[in-house]
């Protein structure tokens, strides 16, 4: 059973840095890719980052050069490391895993007060 599990959202001021996890489970973390989406209240979920596993990344617009995400193979773990938060991040934050039939983590918050 795939199972994905994120962790390390929260409050912060703008201008600040979070860092995001996600344990992965059940499911072979070397094969396909990882992502990070993210869904604001009224707004669709939209993809903010993702990575192959060639370790090859690409960013959506409006987080690039200001998100970095990266991943643990030894650990079966995603990474998402925030810096320069903006208001407009505040979020429910998602992991997906394209293995399978692809997986959803549960989210996590992120909140940034300006």
């Known amino acids: 059973q795939v199972q994905l599990v994120e962790s390390g959202g929260g409050l912060v001021q703008s201008g600040g840095s979070l860092r995001l996890s996600c344990a992965a489970s059940?499911?072979?973390?070397?094969?396909?890719?990882m992502a990070w989406y993210r869904q604001a209240p009224e707004k669709a979920r939209e993809l903010v980052a993702v990575?192959?596993?060639?370790?090859?990344?690409n960013y959506a617009d409006s987080v690039k050069d200001r998100f970095t995400i990266s991943r643990d193979n030894a650990k079966n773990t995603v990474y998402l490391q925030m810096n320069s938060l903006k208001a407009e991040d505040t979020a429910v934050y998602y992991c997906?895993?394209?293995?399978?039939?692809?997986?959803w983590g549960q989210g996590t918050q992120v909140t940034v007060s300006s």
């Open positions: 997906y895993s394209a293995y399978g039939r692809g997986s």
């Open positions: 059940g499911i072979f973390f070397g094969i396909g890719f």
């Open positions: 990575i192959r596993s060639d370790g090859t990344t």
